[in-house]
């Protein structure tokens, strides 16, 4: 929720003049994305957003990810679609950072996904399964099951300061899942960070999906189990199996789950659930003095984790067969 | 620079709905604008600022604000024109606080103005100046010279540990401006705040003007010296009198300055830098714990004071006559 790098005017115009996009005519700078610099453009020709990749985004990864929005864009999946400039290359340089234009995406980021939200996010999800399966670049998952144990290391001498007794418990689940993580799933693009703000609805339509900076190869179902947990908890760390049981059958009305992959489930929100608690208790213990974005609570996921390691079986998500 | 009050969905979807203005499309927080939050708001009738005022600005001043704004907007000045709700009403509340919804300018906030385009501001300025003669309401100028010498009390104690006799160059200053200050020149309502980042050009031409919310009733050439303060020294501390010239010709393009406009021109400068070194300098001063918002350096104004101090008379402004 930040613009970190400032962009001087004649530099974005020399910049847009790369482009057959026409002239620009505003050009602001929107609290959008954690990770990196976004400004509203619009031009002669229509709207656009202007996306500064900062540090903490892999320039040798830029290629994966524009790569898959350009691809999923053109078989339907409404994501923003790289634009490519005069001589054919999607990424450019500007204010001294990796720079990219995107078509716009309308559509609400919402607060409070209902039930028929949720259908509607499961099925966009499962649509996005589809369209990534013959996408040929492939990109390794850095925050999957064998990238847990470094952030762990790097949390564990201080994370009882945070909540006493996390580290034990943090230290208990890894090795369960270490000894237990599914490995035969069907696997493909996944989005790997689904979460309520980078999704767009107008009405109870997903407009968009935006931010696919965490996308990666992994088991397809995975990204489900992250939808589950960023979705279907309510405020007060209730899970809600209304919601729950409209994601997954919004999901199933594109793609039905394998058997494998319902049983599976519980498992891999477990791991889901862990992923999170950990990369924000690194980012909650390593806050930068003075920094603008502050860190969210890791002992949400430490609540949601309970909620998975006491599930039997899917039907605990709703799911019944 | 900074979103200070997060807006839920069905909360804005709602308020929107008091206006006639059609179904909201996008709405994203925007990096403009120090005092108040401001989003960029997209609805099937078209595109719209929507500003919630923080508490810097006082609610009762809103009406003269928003009606100047309207009362300027139908006179041909480009500014946000504010939208009126199903009831007639400019003023609502969102989220806890005062709300209002303006069109949205195109244009592009500027780094570096040229002479032309400080031109351009200089003829801008004076149309406004024209274009607020019959504006009925009236607001005193809060930050003019009556104003000054409380913001010195507050700075005093503590000014040399920003510089090294700031304290007393800054009273010596504001004795001699008590002393000289004009009272009898043409005065009206004045923006007061025309910075280079509340000027939006398209080109060379000033596409639209925005943040009214210092405007005030006071002299007109003191609005003037405001810009010449502002938008005509380099950022080596150089004062360029091609720019100056320039503006003050586009000025009097529309509005010639009456003859002790012209010999007040120096002394109105000098209060201008005191008034933004003051401010600034209460603010440097009183930086509240974890800010966001990086106070401005108060010493560019003391260093244009110093300017302002040699001139000897409006020649040195690139005025002769």
């Given at each position: 929720?930040?613009?970190?790098?400032?962009?001087?005017?004649?530099?974005l115009?020399a910049?847009?003049?790369?482009?057959?996009?026409?002239?620009?005519?505003?050009?602001?700078g929107?609290?959008?994305?954690?990770?990196?610099?976004?400004?509203?453009?619009?031009?002669?020709?229509?709207?656009?957003?202007?996306?500064?990749?900062?540090?903490r985004?892999?320039?040798?990864?830029?290629?994966?990810?524009?790569?898959?929005?350009?691809?999923l864009s053109?078989?339907?999946?409404v994501?923003?679609?790289?634009?490519r400039?005069?001589?054919?290359?999607?990424?450019?340089?500007?204010?001294?950072?990796?720079?990219?234009?995107?078509?716009?995406?309308?559509?609400?980021?919402?607060?409070?996904?209902?039930?028929?939200?949720?259908?509607?996010?499961?099925?966009?999800?499962?649509?996005?399964?589809?369209?990534?399966?013959?996408?040929?670049?492939?990109?390794?998952?850095?925050?999957?099951?064998?990238?847990?144990?470094?952030?762990?290391?790097?949390?564990?001498?201080?994370?009882?300061?945070?909540?006493?007794g996390?580290?034990?418990?943090?230290?208990?689940?890894?090795?369960?899942?270490?000894?237990s993580?599914p490995?035969d799933?069907?696997?493909?693009?996944?989005?790997?960070?689904?979460?309520?703000?980078?999704v767009?609805?107008?009405?109870e339509?997903?407009?968009?999906?935006?931010?696919?900076?965490?996308a990666?190869?992994?088991?397809?179902?995975?990204?489900?189990?992250?939808?589950?947990?960023?979705?279907?908890?309510?405020?007060?760390?209730?899970?809600n199996v209304?919601?729950?049981?409209?994601?997954?059958?919004?999901?199933e009305?594109?793609?039905?789950?394998?058997?494998?992959?319902?049983?599976?489930?519980?498992i891999?929100?477990?791991?889901?659930?862990?992923?999170?608690?950990?990369?924000?208790?690194?980012?909650?213990?390593?806050?930068?003095?003075?920094?603008?974005?502050?860190?969210?609570?890791?002992?949400?996921?430490?609540?949601?984790?309970?909620?998975?390691?006491?599930?039997?079986?899917?039907?605990?998500?709703?799911?019944d067969?």
């Amino acid at each position: 929720m930040a613009v970190y790098t400032d962009v001087p005017e004649d530099a974005l115009v020399a910049f847009v003049e790369g482009y057959d996009i026409g002239a620009v005519l505003s050009f602001k700078g929107i609290a959008e994305g954690v990770e990196n610099t976004n400004y509203f453009l619009h031009t002669e020709r229509g709207s656009y957003i202007l996306t500064l990749y900062e540090k903490r985004v892999r320039e040798g990864d830029l290629p994966f990810f524009l790569g898959l929005m350009e691809h999923l864009s053109t078989r339907g999946i409404v994501c923003p679609l790289p634009v490519r400039d005069r001589r054919g290359e999607a990424l450019g340089r500007l204010a001294g950072r990796p720079a990219a234009i995107a078509t716009f995406l309308e559509g609400l980021s919402i607060r409070r996904p209902t039930a028929k939200r949720c259908g509607a996010l499961g099925e966009a999800l499962a649509r996005l399964h589809e369209a990534g399966r013959d996408f040929p670049l492939r990109r390794e998952n850095a925050l999957s099951l064998p990238g847990w144990r470094p952030l762990l290391h790097q949390a564990a001498a201080q994370a009882d300061t945070v909540s006493p007794g996390l580290a034990a418990r943090t230290q208990a689940e890894l090795d369960r899942l270490e000894a237990s993580w599914p490995t035969d799933l069907p696997a493909g693009v996944i989005h790997a960070d689904l979460f309520v703000d980078n999704v767009f609805f107008i009405g109870e339509d997903v407009s968009g999906i935006i931010d696919f900076y965490f996308a990666c190869n992994d088991l397809l179902a995975y990204d489900l189990a992250i939808c589950l947990n960023a979705w279907c908890f309510e405020q007060d760390g209730s899970y809600n199996v209304t919601k729950s049981r409209a994601l997954i059958a919004g999901y199933e009305r594109v793609r039905r789950l394998e058997p494998a992959e319902v049983a599976a489930l519980p498992i891999l929100c477990r791991g889901a659930a862990l992923r999170f608690l950990l990369t924000r208790l690194v980012d909650w213990l390593n806050v930068p003095e003075g920094a603008f974005v502050r860190p969210k609570d890791p002992l949400e996921y430490d609540r949601k984790l309970a909620f998975h390691r006491r599930a039997a079986s899917a039907a605990d998500y709703g799911l019944d067969r």
